[in-house]
């Protein structure tokens, strides 16, 4: 599945979205109490609700709600991938900023040199950045551990 209208999240799965993000999933956190503003916000963006409250289940809501249960962010990532069967992709990863959720772009080298470390400037290739804050990514150690943690809880790269 690839959640075409991307995913929202309650403020409490604010980890959740994060790592959704990391694995290349438009992934929303609604900063205010979850609650009806929330799935019209969803129903308007065409999102699945991820959300740990039980009531939203009750309300009316034509679009997907999907009640994570687990409390670690481990499980929550693990619940969703089994429960809606997402695909993840090496392709898709590390392309959304795990900040503020927009597309990555890529940038030349030299446009990043005074805002990398000299070392990931020196070691590293390719650059991205983020339109929407600014931040620069590059690929480092952290895809090591990222592919690591989802090892460790069972989530499968295809």
């Known amino acids: 599945m ?7 999240t309650d403020a409490s799965l604010a980890g959740l979205a994060r790592w959704l ?7 929303v956190v609604y900063p205010e109490a979850a609650g009806r ?10 999102r699945i609700v991820l959300t740990r409250r039980r009531d939203l289940l009750d309300r009316q809501y034509s679009g997907r709600v999907e009640l994570v249960p687990a409390q670690d962010v481990g499980s929550q990532l693990h619940h969703v991938v089994a429960e809606l069967a997402l695909e993840i992709s090496p392709q898709r990863m590390l392309g959304i900023c795990l900040s503020c959720n ?12 005074d805002r990398v470390p000299p070392y990931v400037f020196e070691t590293c290739g390719d650059f991205n950045r983020c339109d929407g804050c600014g931040k620069i990514f590059w690929k480092g150690t952290h895809v090591r551990r990222a592919v690591q943690f989802l090892e460790n809880h069972h989530i499968e790269i295809k």
């Open 102 to 113: 927009r597309k990555l772009v890529a940038v030349g080298r030299e446009e990043v040199r």
């Open 21 to 27: 993000r990391l694995l290349g999933f438009d992934t």
């Open 2 to 8: 690839t959640a075409a209208g991307g995913f929202i």
């Open 37 to 46: 503003p929330m799935l019209r916000l969803a129903a308007r963006e065409g």
